[in-house]
C-alpha cells in the first residue's frame, strides 16, 4: 500500500507540546513511524522535508549541536545562518531542494588509537541544514525497521545499553561464546546502488528523495574528488544510512534462531525456545553498536558456524571484508572480550556463573595520558577554568567507565599514576582548602580522601568513583508513539499551546531566524510567563527584550533575550516622566520590591534610571 502526502493530516491536531515540539511536526513523524510499521510505502515525502515547521525544527537542531561551529569548504559556520530571517533561511533550503547539488565537503582526519586516522567527511553548514531536514523525515520510518538490539546512533540508545544487553546474555542466558566480528573500514566502503536498494525496501519510494541520497553519497571530497563507495563520518545523515546498511545484517543474524518464524504458535517463548533447541538451527543473538558488532552463542560449535556464516554473508550481500586478525571467537569463561572500551568475561561466584568487567585494555593508558596533559596544561595556565576543565574530563571518564563492575579497581590504578604527576607538576601551587562545588559535595561529599587544590578549586578524586551498572534499553521507550514519550519527556506546564503556535506561525518580520528560534524557545523556558512579573503572556501582550540593547553590542542569543508584557517593556525603555509614570500606572498591580528589581536591572542595562516604588 501506498502512502502519499495527502494521507496525512494538513494542519495537524494540535497536541501538549513538549520541549522538542516547537514546530509541530510531531503528528507527521507519528504517522511515518505508524505507516512504517504497517509497511506501506512512502512516494511523496519532499512534501514534508520542504515544510516550513521542519525547516525551521532542522535549524534547532542543528543550532545545537557543537559540530554547527565547524567550518566547511565555504569557511561558513552556523553564525553565518543565524543572520538570515526566517523566511530567507525556507525559501533558501527549498530552492536547493530543487535541483540539488552538494556543495564539496572538507576532509580532516583523526587520530586513532592503533596509530591510523580515521577520516571524516565535514559538508557546509549549509548541506548540513539540509541533510538534517531530510533526516527528521527518514528516521521514524527507519527506526520502525530497525531491529531492537542495535544501539548506535539512534534516538534514546546509548553505548550502556549495549553493554547491558551484552551482560544479560553472557550472565542470564548464559551465553559464554563470543564471536568479535571487525568490518574492513565499513564507512568507506558502503556500495551506493545497495544502500539505495535497501531504502527502497524499506518502502522509501520516492524517486526524488532516493535521487538527493544518491547526491549526497557521491558529494565531491575537496582535493580527492568523486567518491564511488562508503558515507562519510561527519555528515549528518551518515549514521542513519549506515544503519540502514547493517540493519539487513541485524535481521538476518536475528531470523536465526531469535525472531525465527516457527510454524506452530508456541503459548509462551520459553516453550518456543524450548522447541528450537530440539532443531538443527543456531542460537545466535546479535548485539550491534554502529559497525563494532558481538554475536553471542552458546556452544563454539555453533560460534565457529556462525562466524564463517557472517564473514560469507558480509561479502556476498554487502560486499564488505571483514579484519581476519580481530575476528575471532572468544569462550568468555577464559578471557576478556572487548566492546565499547570494556573488557568483559564470565567468572563462578557460588555455583553460576557471573559477569565481570573492567576498563579495557589500552583505555586505561589512554585515560592516564589524558589527565596528565590536562595537569601540564595547568602548570602552563593555572586559572579556574583549567583545573574546571580537568574536573569536568574525571567526572565524564567516570560516569562512562562506571558501568564496568570493576571500576574502582581501575580507576584506583589511574588515580596513583595522575595523583603523582599532581604532585610533582603542581607541588608550587597545591593546597588542602579550596571551594567544593554543588556536583563535588553531591558526589564526593562522603568521600575520605587526600584532598587536591588548585586555584581555590577542588580537585574531584580521580579514585571516587563506584560501580553503577547499566540497565536494559526499555523497548517501550520510542520518540514516535505517545506512550513512548512519556518515558522521555517532561511535559510542559503552563504553556499554552495556542500561543506556542501563534509564536511559530507569525515570526518578528525582518528578524534574524536566531532571533525568532529563540522567542519560541524563551517562551517555552519561561513557561509562558513574563520574565519581569511571572504573569501569564498572551496573544498581542509579548514583546521580546534584549537584556543587552543591540546598540551596546547585544546579540539574538537565548541568554540575551526574555519574553515580557507589552507595557513592561515600554517601561524598561521609557525615558520621559510623563511616559514612565502612565505605562506605570498601567502595571503597578504586579508590582513588589523583587519584581521593581528586576525591571531596574534592565532599566540600568539600557542606559535608564531606576524607578521607586510608589
Not at 73 to 90: A, R, S
Not at 348 to 355: A, D, I, R, S
Amino acid at each position: 500500500m501506498t502512502v502519499l502526502a495527502k494521507d496525512f493530516v494538513e494542519n495537524p491536531k494540535k497536541q501538549k507540546l513538549r520541549n522538542n515540539e516547537y514546530y509541530n511536526t510531531q503528528e507527521i513523524q507519528d504517522k511515518l513511524y505508524q505507516y512504517s510499521k504497517k509497511g506501506y510505502d512512502f512516494k511523496k515525502l519532499m512534501h514534508h522535508i520542504t515544510s516550513k515547521d521542519n525547516i525551521l525544527l532542522a535549524y534547532r537542531n542543528i543550532k545545537k549541536n557543537t559540530g554547527s561551529k565547524t567550518r566547511g569548504t565555504n569557511n561558513n559556520t552556523i553564525k553565518d545562518l543565524e543572520k538570515l530571517t526566517t523566511q530567507e533561511i525556507v525559501n533558501y533550503v527549498r530552492n536547493r531542494l530543487e535541483y540539488y547539488i552538494p556543495q564539496p565537503v572538507r576532509r580532516v582526519y583523526i587520530p586513532k588509537p592503533d596509530g591510523r586516522k580515521r577520516p571524516l567527511g565535514i559538508p557546509t553548514i549549509e548541506d548540513r541544514l539540509i541533510q538534517q531536514c531530510i533526516k527528521q523525515v527518514l528516521e521514524p520510518i527507519c527506526e520502525a525497521k530497525f531491529h531492537n538490539h542495535s544501539y548506535g546512533f539512534r534516538p534514546n540508545r546509548s553505548t550502556k545499553h549495549a553493554i547491558a544487553r551484552m551482560n544479560f546474555l553472557a550472565w542470564w542466558n548464559r551465553l559464554h561464546y563470543s564471536v568479535d566480528v571487525d568490518i574492513k573500514s565499513f564507512f568507506d566502503n558502503v556500495d551506493h546502488s545497495k544502500l539505495k536498494k535497501q531504502l527502497w525496501s524499506m518502502g522509501i519510494k520516492d524517486k526524488r528523495l532516493i535521487s538527493i541520497l544518491g547526491r549526497m553519497l557521491k558529494a565531491e571530497i575537496e582535493n580527492e574528488g568523486i567518491p564511488d563507495k562508503g558515507t562519510p563520518q561527519g555528515g549528518i545523515i551518515s549514521p542513519l544510512l549506515s544503519n540502514v546498511v547493517l540493519n539487513e545484517l541485524d535481521w538476518w543474524v536475528s531470523n536465526q534462531w531469535e525472531t525465527f518464524k516457527t510454524s506452530h504458535q508456541y503459548s509462551n517463548q520459553n516453550n518456543r525456545i524450548t522447541a528450537q533447541k530440539r532443531t538443527n538451527l543456531k542460537e545466535v543473538y546479535i548485539v550491534r553498536y554502529a559497525d563494532d558488532f558481538k554475536l553471542m552463542c552458546r556452544d563454539y560449535e555453533t560460534a565457529s558456524k556462525i562466524k564463517i556464516a557472517t564473514i560469507k554473508w558480509l561479502k556476498e550481500r554487502l560486499d564488505l571484508d571483514v579484519s581476519k586478525k580481530k575476528t575471532k571467537i572468544t569462550n568468555l569463561k577464559r578471557t576478556y572480550t572487548e566492546f565499547l572500551g570494556i573488557k568483559l568475561k564470565v567468572v563462578k561466584k557460588g555455583g553460576k556463573y557471573v559477569t565481570r568487567s573492567r576498563i579495557a585494555n589500552g583505555v586505561k593508558k589512554k585515560l592516564t595520558d589524558k589527565l596528565k596533559r590536562q595537569i601540564k596544561q595547568i602548570k602552563q595556565e593555572t586559572t579556574v577554568k583549567q583545573v574546571s576543565k580537568l574536573n569536568s574530563m574525571i567526572l565524564g571518564m567516570q560516569n562512562y567507565y562506571s558501568m564496568a563492575t570493576l571500576v574502582n579497581h581501575d580507576f584506583r590504578d589511574i588515580a596513583f599514576l595522575v595523583n603523582r604527576t599532581l604532585e610533582n607538576r603542581l607541588r608550587s601551587s597545591l593546597s588542602r582548602k579550596g571551594t567544593e562545588s554543588k556536583t563535588f559535595k553531591k558526589l564526593y561529599g562522603n568521600y575520605n580522601y587526600k584532598p587536591y587544590c588548585v586555584a581555590g578549586i577542588k580537585i574531584f578524586p580521580i579514585g571516587g568513583v563506584t560501580t553503577s551498572p547499566p540497565m536494559n534499553f526499555s523497548q517501550d521507550i520510542c520518540d514516535y508513539t505517545p506512550k513512548g514519550r512519556e518515558k522521555i519527556h517532561k511535559k510542559l506546564k503552563s504553556v499554552s499551546p495556542v500561543v506556542m503556535r501563534y509564536l511559530v506561525e507569525n515570526p518578528v518580520q525582518d528578524q534574524s531566524i536566531e532571533y525568532n528560534d529563540n522567542r519560541i524557545a524563551r517562551y517555552s523556558g519561561q513557561k509562558g510567563c513574563c520574565f519581569v512579573t511571572g504573569f501569564p503572556l498572551f496573544i498581542g501582550d509579548i514583546e521580546c527584550h534584549h537584556k543587552k540593547p543591540r546598540e551596546l553590542g547585544g546579540k539574538d542569543t537565548y541568554r540575551n533575550l526574555c519574553l515580557v508584557k507589552k507595557d513592561i517593556h515600554k517601561l524598561i525603555h521609557a525615558t520621559k516622566e510623563k511616559t514612565i509614570k502612565r505605562y506605570y500606572d498601567k502595571v503597578k498591580g504586579y508590582f513588589d520590591e523583587e519584581v521593581l528589581s528586576k525591571l531596574n536591572k534592565f532599566r540600568t542595562k539600557a542606559g535608564n534610571d531606576c524607578i521607586e516604588l510608589t
